[in-house]
Nanobody, 117 residues
Framework: QVQLVESGGGLVQPGGSLRLSCVASRNIFSIYTMGWYRQAPGKQRELVASLTSSGSTNYDDSVKGRFTISRDNAKSTLYLQMNSLKPEDTAVYYC???????????WGQGTQVTVSS
């Protein structure tokens, strides 16, 4: 079992920045693809960014050039640096871990990001 705990959400003005963190209860990055998802009210959960065990990244077109996914192996922590935030980025952001060999997946509890003036 793996626990994922997100933090770093909050209220920010348009154009501002936030950094989300996701701490895993053990070091799983070598065998899990990590991702950040978000879900806005009335919408489906969508993938924002992903980071494979080999270090490859992928971003949704809506956040390319503004968001950066990264990890610190020593701290078992996944990050999402969010710059130039827009009101449409408002959502609950979830950390996700998908085992690269099985169908096992874990989710964090989510952290609210609100972009508003």
């Amino acid at each position: 079992q793996v626990q994922l705990v997100e933090s770093g959400g909050g209220l920010v003005q348009p154009g501002g920045s936030l950094r989300l963190s996701c701490v895993a209860s053990r070091n799983i990055f070598s065998i899990y693809t990590m991702g950040w998802y978000r879900q806005a009210p009335g919408k489906q959960r969508e993938l924002v960014a992903s980071l494979t065990s080999s270090g490859s990244t992928n971003y949704d077109d809506s956040v390319k050039g503004r968001f950066t996914i990264s990890r610190d192996n020593a701290k078992s922590t996944l990050y999402l640096q969010m710059n130039s935030l827009k009101p449409e980025d408002t959502a609950v952001y979830y950390c996700n871990a998908n085992n690269i060999w099985t169908t096992v997946a874990y989710w964090g509890q989510g952290t609210q990001v609100t972009v508003s003036s």
